[in-house]
C-alpha cells in the first residue's frame, strides 16, 4: 500500500456508528479517537462494534483494531 495522503485534516463532524463509517472501507481514513490520538487509518474490516485494518505510523502500516466506540470522529477519501 501506498502513504497516505501528506496532509492533516480538521477534525470532521461525522460520528461513528457501523453505517456511517461503512462506506470508508477500503479508503484512506482520518481517525479521532476519544483519547486525543489521531492517524491515518485504511479499514479493511468494519463490524457492528469494531472496526481494523492499518494505521500509517510514519514509515509504514501497522495492523491495528479498535472498539467503533474509542472513536471520536473519521473522515475518509
Request: glycine residues 10%; positive net charge.
Given at each position: 500500500?501506498?502513504?497516505?495522503?501528506?496532509?492533516?485534516?480538521e477534525l470532521a463532524p461525522y460520528r461513528v456508528d457501523p453505517g456511517s463509517i461503512r462506506g470508508c472501507r477500503r479508503?484512506?481514513?482520518?481517525i479521532w479517537l476519544n483519547n486525543g490520538n489521531s492517524f491515518w487509518f485504511y479499514p479493511v474490516y468494519i463490524g457492528?462494534?469494531?472496526?481494523s485494518g492499518y494505521r500509517w505510523i510514519g514509515f509504514w502500516w501497522v495492523y491495528f483494531g479498535t472498539d467503533l466506540n474509542?472513536?471520536?470522529s473519521f473522515i475518509c477519501y
Amino acid at each position: 500500500m501506498a502513504p497516505p495522503p501528506s496532509f492533516t485534516p480538521e477534525l470532521a463532524p461525522y460520528r461513528v456508528d457501523p453505517g456511517s463509517i461503512r462506506g470508508c472501507r477500503r479508503k484512506y481514513t482520518y481517525i479521532w479517537l476519544n483519547n486525543g490520538n489521531s492517524f491515518w487509518f485504511y479499514p479493511v474490516y468494519i463490524g457492528r462494534r469494531s472496526i481494523s485494518g492499518y494505521r500509517w505510523i510514519g514509515f509504514w502500516w501497522v495492523y491495528f483494531g479498535t472498539d467503533l466506540n474509542n472513536i471520536q470522529s473519521f473522515i475518509c477519501y
